[in-house]
């Protein structure tokens, strides 16, 4: 069974930080990506970065590059994975989701698809 639970939403103001943990019970070597998705109200779940968790290689929205970095910690059955936000907006308010993926490219997970409850994170101005 495959669980995502997120954590490191808050409120902070505009120009601030925030670091999203996902912790993964996973069996890691299943999983071929992992990344940061979200939910705005009112607008469509958009990909915000990811990672391939055999390289390295991540990937990021034009809107939060260079602002936000994502990083992991992968052990044998045990994946952590962050995202540090810096120069917060109050556009990247949103409903932040982890996902783990087993077929990807780039920011497009397809295939089976894991998802966690979600952490809110509110910026203000």
């Known amino acids: 069974q495959v669980q995502l639970v997120e954590s490191g939403g808050g409120s902070v103001r505009a120009g601030g930080s925030l670091r999203l943990s996902c912790a993964a019970s996973?069996?890691?070597?299943?999983?071929?990506?992992m990344g940061w998705f979200r939910q705005a109200p009112g607008k469509e779940r958009e990909a915000v970065a990811s990672?391939?968790?055999?390289?390295?290689?991540?990937?990021?929205a034009d809107s939060v590059k260079g602002r936000f970095t994502i990083s992991q910690d992968n052990a044998k059955n045990t994946l952590t994975l962050f995202l540090q936000m810096n120069s917060l907006k109050p556009e990247d308010t949103a409903m932040y989701y982890c996902?783990?993926?087993?077929?990807?490219?780039?920011?497009?997970?397809?295939?089976?698809?894991?998802w966690g409850k979600g952490t809110l994170v509110t910026i203000s101005s």
């Open positions: 990672i391939y968790t055999g390289s390295g290689t991540t990937f990021y």
């Open positions: 996902a783990a993926g087993k077929d990807c490219s780039g920011s497009v997970f397809y295939g089976t698809t894991y």
């Open positions: 996973i069996y890691t070597a299943s999983i071929s990506c």
